[in-house]
T-cell receptor, first 112, second 115 residues
Framework: QKEVEQDPGPLSVPEGAIVSLNCTYS??????FMWYRQYSRKGPELLMY????GNKEDGRFTAQVDKSSKYISLFIRDSQPSDSATYLC????????????FGKGTKLSVKP | EAGVTQFPSHSVIEKGQTVTLRCDPI?????LYWYRRVMGKEIKFLLH????????ESGMPNNRFLAERTGGTYSTLKVQPAELEDSGVYFC?????????????FGEGSRLTVL
């Protein structure tokens, strides 16, 4: 069983739609949860970071963690064409500073 | 302020040849990481430097890969001899001493094609 599972998509939505991206993980020892966004031919950039169950909001983005279900989500409200990118979930153990475990990434396309 | 820079952006070599990838982290970042994404797979951790010391090299696939960070500034990743399965995108990232926010700053990657 993979440590992190993420549906690679692709996912295509109309502009203004609410987007839901999800990952599941297998090890309850993971403590830190991140969402990275990667534009084509660029490196990943951090969007959201959380270490507790619950919701964290930043503008149009909401990250949700459910540790009991080992499930993390990223919601994008009022999606824009500029949101078109690959979204990667990443997790890590508490004692592992930079050893991030990435999902495969979900490719999102927002059509005008 | 300059971000993480990687060179070359793309390298095409033949099986058995040697390639050296270079990464310049953000100035002042003691932590430097190498990751790799092979086609169709996830981005995978290779190793982590703190200054010039290897903190964690658990992700290095085999002894054909050699990473160095002499002087604690830029880093190189050498693949010798290269094999077909080494093809992929090699990402370098850096972070401040205690990245509690989990933020690693990634470069744009070096794409390696082994023919």
């Amino acid at each position: 069983q993979k440590e992190v599972e993420q549906d690679p998509g692709p996912l295509s939505v109309p502009e203004g739609a609410i987007v839901s991206l999800n990952c599941t993980y297998s090890n309850s020892a993971f403590q830190y949860f991140m969402w990275y966004r990667q534009y084509s031919r660029k490196g990943p950039e951090l969007l959201m970071y959380t270490y507790s169950s619950g919701n964290k909001e930043d503008g149009r983005f909401t990250a949700q963690v459910d540790k009991s279900s080992k499930y993390i989500s990223l919601f994008i409200r009022d999606s824009q064409p500029s949101d078109s990118a690959t979204y990667l979930c990443a997790i890590r153990h508490g004692g592992s500073q930079g050893n991030l475990i990435f999902g495969k990434g979900t490719k999102l396309s927002v059509k005008p | 302020e300059a971000g993480v820079t990687q060179f070359p952006s793309h390298s095409v070599i033949e099986k058995g040849q040697t390639v050296t990838l270079r990464c310049d982290p953000i100035s002042g970042h003691d932590n430097l990481y190498w990751y790799r994404r092979v086609m169709g797979k996830e981005i995978k951790f290779l190793l982590h430097f703190v200054k010039e010391s290897k903190q964690d090299e658990s992700g290095m696939p085999n002894n054909r890969f050699l990473a160095e960070r002499t002087g604690g500034t830029y880093s190189t990743l050498k693949v010798q001899p290269a094999e077909l399965e080494d093809s992929g995108v090699y990402f370098c990232a850096s972070s401040q001493e205690s990245p509690n926010t989990g933020e690693l700053f990634f470069g744009e990657g070096s794409r390696l094609t082994v023919l």
